[in-house]
Nanobody
Framework: QVHLVESGGGLVEPGGSLRLSCAAS????????VAWFRQAPGKERKFVAV????????FYSDSVKGRFTISGDSAKNIVYLQMNSLKPEDTALYSC????????????????WGRGTQVTVSS
């Protein structure tokens, strides 16, 4: 069973950039979709972006479209989330999960969650 480990978070000023990584162990992303979600304190986990591994098709939430880019590295079995033009409202714990289905925006469809990586956008 795939287990995921997130990394790359940190403190960044508004307008800055970060690149998050989602690494798989115990399995691969073949025939799966890999998604990033985020959860702010006191709020529910929300969909950010998903990548269909087969053809690298991405899909984004409206809140990050045009600012974030999701991509994959087959050799390293890693999914990245490049985050540009960061805003304070992007502050959250970011985590990734895998699903057999593509274009699912509910966290219940995903598994293999790691501990997440904290992103804080503040001046």
């Amino acid at each position: 069973q795939v287990h995921l480990v997130e990394s790359g978070g940190g403190l960044v000023e508004p307008g800055g950039s970060l690149r998050l990584s989602c690494a798989a162990s115990g399995g691969t992303f073949i025939n799966k979709a890999v998604a990033w979600f985020r959860q702010a304190p006191g709020k529910e986990r929300k969909f950010v972006a998903v990548l269909r591994w087969r053809d690298r098709s991405p899909f984004y939430s409206d809140s990050v479209k045009g600012r974030f880019t999701i991509s994959g590295d087959s050799a390293k079995n890693i999914v990245y989330l490049q985050m540009n033009s960061l805003k304070p409202e992007d502050t959250a714990l970011y985590s990734c999960g895998v699903s057999q289905d593509y274009l699912r925006v509910a966290a219940d469809y995903y598994r293999g969650w790691g501990r997440g990586t904290q992103v804080t956008v503040s001046s």
